[in-house]
């Protein structure tokens, strides 16, 4: 391969990803889609952003970082396997404006200014590469940006046009009908009052669990903190009654506990 192959070849993977102006290429981010995602930075990659890309991409299985100089006329790229850690340290010290991707292309970070950089990725690549979603990751980069104005102040704008898709529930009458959270409340009213059975109402609400987490809704005390023990009261409780131990909770415990919970957590 020439220079020049070589050189078009790592322009075709940058644009792929990026637009002309070296932000996010807009039909790839609809490709998935892909959110975007803001994560504090300093002025050059450091561990946490080189987690950040190896961990999306262990989740994805690729099986290599790629590492471009973004604007570079250079046909220089490295690959950096991601089966072990050592992926992410070596990415440690690389200086902006640098891309980060995917080998499978299904995620990246832009890292194009200091203070932050921008994940972007599937919904299964940023299950690895931010585990507290989008909206709770978009909801500590802003309370990240408060913190660092004065360093970053550009960090305010960066937020705001980030801003969570969903606003954290308090109450369960604060969450808006035809959400999965709205459809975990419904099931806990239907068990408590009979209409439903224990095996129904726990393998309804742990698949509206999952629904709603991977839509990004958002929870806050004290509704978050009921929620988490129903679903510790549901993980002591067996679905498959030929499954059952002893110790594990029968259909009117767990049914007296979630009704408990629900008690003491004004609102419901």
């Not at 089966?83 to 990246?108: F, H, K, Y």
């Not at 921008?118 to 919904?123: D, E, F, I, P, S």
């Not at 679903?231 to 049914?255: A, G, H, N, R, W």
Request: proline share 6%; charged share 25%; glycine share 10%.
């Amino acid at each position: 391969m020439t220079d020049n192959d070589a050189s078009s070849k790592v322009n075709s993977e940058c644009l792929e990803i990026l637009s002309s102006l070296g932000e996010y290429n807009p039909a790839w981010l609809a490709d998935g889609p892909k959110p975007i995602v803001p994560v504090p930075a300093g002025s050059h990659v450091d561990d946490a952003l080189g987690r950040h890309i190896t961990e999306g991409c262990r989740r994805v299985g690729a099986d290599a970082v790629l590492v471009i100089a973004v604007g570079s006329e250079t046909a220089d790229r490295t690959w950096l396997p991601v089966a072990t850690d050592i992926a992410a340290s070596e990415l440690v010290g690389i200086n902006l404006p640098v891309l980060l991707a995917s080998s499978d292309r299904m995620g990246a970070i832009l890292f194009s200014h200091p203070g932050y950089a921008l994940v972007a990725g599937t919904a299964e690549f940023l299950k690895g590469a931010v585990p507290e979603g989008v909206d709770g990751g978009r909801a500590r980069f802003g309370r990240y940006a408060r913190v660092a104005a004065e360093r970053w102040p550009g960090l305010k704008g960066i937020s705001q046009s980030f801003s969570p898709r969903h606003i954290a529930w308090a109450r369960a009458r604060e969450i808006p009908a035809g959400t999965s959270a709205a459809r975990q409340v419904t099931l806990m009213q239907a068990f408590t009052t009979g209409s439903i059975g224990g095996a129904e109402f726990a393998r309804g609400w742990l698949d509206a669990r999952r629904e709603s987490q991977n839509n990004g809704e958002r929870l806050r005390d004290p509704l978050l903190t009921a929620f988490d023990q129903i679903f510790s009261l549901v993980e002591d409780y067996s679905i498959d009654p030929d499954l059952k131990d002893p110790d594990d909770l029968s259909d009117q415990e767990l049914m007296d506990a979630v009704r408990e919970t629900m008690e003491r957590t004004d609102g419901f």
